[in-house]
């Protein structure tokens, strides 16, 4: 166990149990060397100081990789964390969203001397100033690993949209209320207005309430239909509400009277980690009613392998050839036209169709096209099937 004083884990020990974590992934890689170790650094503006060192993720495993992770609350955390993990696992995800406020002077007592010394190479303020970028700043420490960059609170927007449309199976003509709508609310608002829900959002400042709701009515699709409208009374957006939403962090907002008044059926969901107050929670159990916290390792495997495969598209099928004088592009290069799409250039098995210079594909070949497939096909040894045709 790590180290801990009045209650709180210390720096080191932190450092150690990160450490501990990213050696016992990498010997589950070693158990089948096929899969990727993945260690994830990801942030918070929350000043907890119950929380203030930072807090380990779970590990979790799948046929593609295996990954842990932490959250910190400052820079100087996240540039310990990589200086010390870097080459220790193959992939290290940094969170590319600012959440951490700018600080006058990063704090230099847990960072060692390389680390400080690279970073004093960039300095252009007259001290190392705790910007809250931490990719940028990682980037500069990680040197071994590969690093990548992800966005915890669009996982959350997913594990969230996944699960409710889970639940509820269709959302035309739901009610959606989202109490607290700021990032994560207002891109969930998005994402529900999008699938045909009408939502409600709240939060404390009117204006920017409004604003919000106005910019994603402006910019949804033009067939929708479904509206997001804005209220500063919380119990008129919960009013018969199919799914009850907080994701304010940490400040209970919604009571009990709120949930009182959506359907019987209601889903309630607390994402903002504490947004649902505890006589609310008590009282929803007292009536039959469950709270769900989302589960975002589903998004986070899938938010992980699509950057993995996205890699090795890149890397593996990403570009353009001449194979016996015909142009084959792959892997999403944009063709010229009359070049023939494949599945990839270096290793071409089937083909996808010929490129009309455009950004898509021809839908009738003409006697060159023609000549061209039977020429892949035979030097190639291509599949039969075209796809576009």
Known sequence: MARRKNGIMCMDGFLKQCVDNAKFIDRQKKKNPSIKSIFTIGSTSVNDNSKSVAYLTPVRSNRYFVVTGAVVFNQSQAISLAARLDGMVDIIAVDAEKKVPISAVLDKKSLSKDVLDALTKHVKTVEIVDSGNLASICSGIIKRSTIFEFK?????????????????GCFSGKKIAIIGAGNIGSKLAIKFVESGAEVVINRRDKYVGNTVANAINLIKPSMTIANVSYTENITKACFMADVVIGTSYGSPVIQWEHIAVSKQ???LLDVGKGSVSKNAITKAFQKGKEVYRIDVSAALEGHLLTLLRTDENIKTRLGRKVINGVGVVSGGL???????????????????????????????????????IKILKKDARLQDDILYQ
Not at 152 to 168: G, I, M
């Open 152 to 168: 915890p609170n669009d996982l959350t927007v997913d594990a969230v949209w996944a699960f409710v449309v889970n639940k509820l």
């Open 265 to 267: 059926e209601a889903l």
């Open 334 to 372: 944009l063709g010229r036209k009359g070049d023939v799409v494949v599945d990839n250039v270096f290793e071409p098995k089937n083909i996808i169709g010929i490129a009309n210079g455009e950004g898509d594909f021809l839908r009738k070949y003409s006697k060159e096209h023609k000549r061209k």
